[in-house]
């Protein structure tokens, strides 16, 4: 290529020898240079996969920087308009169909931790029907990604444990390992640690992400009661976690593991699950005491506003074309101010928010009552499946199209019965090149 961009290769053929010979010497100089500099160019450009493999030297799963890579997203044009200033956009490795060569021949089956009853329930989503069901341990409440893609974790938060699901058979890879306290669990972006989100402890435990060894326990104290779900900034260096009984955020210096500071939302605030938008500024935080979403600038850690989408709001999912953030209102009242705040009902919803204007623009009912909880979107972005925690049954819903296209034509297509109070429900397999945990946070 360097030769072919050459000021010599459009000269005419009748120039003095001398200079014919000169431009040759030249040409060939920047022949040499350029495959010096194609050779060695990714020094220079390293990336949050890139830079894990040298933390994990002796990865038993292999190099993580080769399997979970992915291709460039197509249609550039729409991850441009999903993200901001400076090209960032979070989501633009995982776009519909975007599977690593690690996950692409893994079934495609939806994982449903049934917390009541200490078991998940496997369901094939081409059939829609249930395919098996195993015991994991006391009060599964997530099934979690791993960082490397070659796992899913259950959080048995009563049980102490994680148990190894192997999503290339859909059965446990092995015995559980003992943890402490995990309600929900994370992966620091370079991969290095896993997070435990211990929220009866009041702590995030950082752990070996293979071996779940203790590494650092951040103790995030009563301020931050009832920690539990989070999110990462786009260059990895913090991170922010909700805390529902103190009404409050914690933001968490990834580097340093230390606590940054604490931001109140309100007396009466319940935050719960949290996601960041593709272009890395705004945080939507589902509170399901105000039945809506606060808007956090992360990097100043403020609050910049509030969109009202429904009762009892839980769950936040980004369409596969990164456009849209779809909402589960899980649909009660209510009842009690004293923690754990109990709400009663089933006037469940999906709300559709903008990122591009931050408003709703669609709303999803369920016909007959429902309560969405937890869940994902699949490979492609066609389908949204949430847990109908209060309904003890698994909703599909159509987002209107490849990636979620057009959210007007959304609407319910059906329900599955499951266990007793599912919980946080995992979609596998899907597009990205990591995990960052919770029910897929790809990246």
């Not at 991170?239 to 340093?256: M, N, P, Q, S, Y």
Request: aromatic share 6%; charged share 15%.
């Amino acid at each position: 290529m360097p030769a072919k961009d050459s000021p010599h290769s459009h000269r005419s053929a009748r120039q003095p020898r001398q200079r014919v010979l000169g431009a040759a010497i030249i040409a060939v100089l920047l022949i040499a240079a350029g495959v010096i500099y194609v050779a060695t160019g990714n020094d220079h450009e390293p990336s949050a996969v890139a830079s894990s493999t040298s933390a994990h030297p002796h990865d038993h799963h292999g190099d993580p920087a080769g399997t979970p890579a992915a291709s460039a997203p197509a249609g550039g044009s729409a991850a441009v308009a999903a993200g901001g200033a400076g090209g960032v956009d979070v989501y633009a490795h995982a776009r519909a169909g975007m599977l690593s060569p690690v996950v692409r021949n893994d079934p495609a089956y939806v994982y449903v931790p049934n917390l009541a009853d200490g078991t998940v329930s496997v369901i094939d989503q081409k059939t829609m029907r249930i395919i098996d069901t195993f015991a994991t341990g006391r009060q599964p409440q997530h099934v979690v990604p791993s960082w490397d893609l070659r796992t899913l974790w259950v959080n048995n938060n009563a049980g102490n444990s994680l148990s190894p699901i192997d999503p290339s058979t859909g059965r446990l890879a092995g015995p559980a390992v003992p943890v402490a306290d995990p309600y929900n669990l994370y992966f620091t972006p370079d991969g290095r640690y896993a997070m435990v989100i211990a929220e009866a402890n009041h702590d995030i435990d950082f752990r070996d992400p293979h071996t779940m060894e203790l590494r650092h326990s951040l103790d995030v104290g009563t301020e931050c009661a009832g920690v539990n779900h989070v999110d990462f900034a786009p260059d990895g260096s913090y991170a922010i976690a909700t805390c529902e009984f103190a009404g409050r955020l914690v933001k968490v210096d990834l580097v340093h593991q230390t606590v940054v500071g604490y931001l109140d939302l309100g007396r009466q605030a319940a935050p719960q699950d949290i996601k960041i938008d593709p272009a890395g500024r705004v945080w939507y935080v589902a509170d399901m005491n105000a039945d809506g979403v606060h808007l956090i600038d992360g990097d100043t850690f403020t609050k910049i506003g509030f969109v009202h989408t429904g009762p009892e709001t839980h769950g936040l999912y980004p369409s596969r074309d990164g456009r849209f953030l779809y909402v589960a209102n899980r649909g009660g009242q209510m009842e009690s101010m004293s923690v754990p705040f109990p709400h009663a009902g089933q006037n469940g919803s999906v709300s559709v928010i903008s990122f591009a204007t931050r408003a709703v623009v669609a709303n999803w009912p369920i016909p007959g009552g429902g309560t969405p909880d937890m869940g994902n979107v699949n490979a492609d972005g066609t389908r949204l499946w949430l847990s109908g925690r209060r309904s003890n049954e698994v909703y599909v819903f159509d987002t209107g199209g490849t990636g979620g296209s057009d959210p007007s034509a959304g609407r319910l297509l059906t329900r599955i019965p499951v266990g007793h109070e599912p919980h946080g429900l995992t979609v596998w397999p899907q597009p990205g090149r990591y995990s960052l945990g919770h029910t897929g946070i790809m990246r």
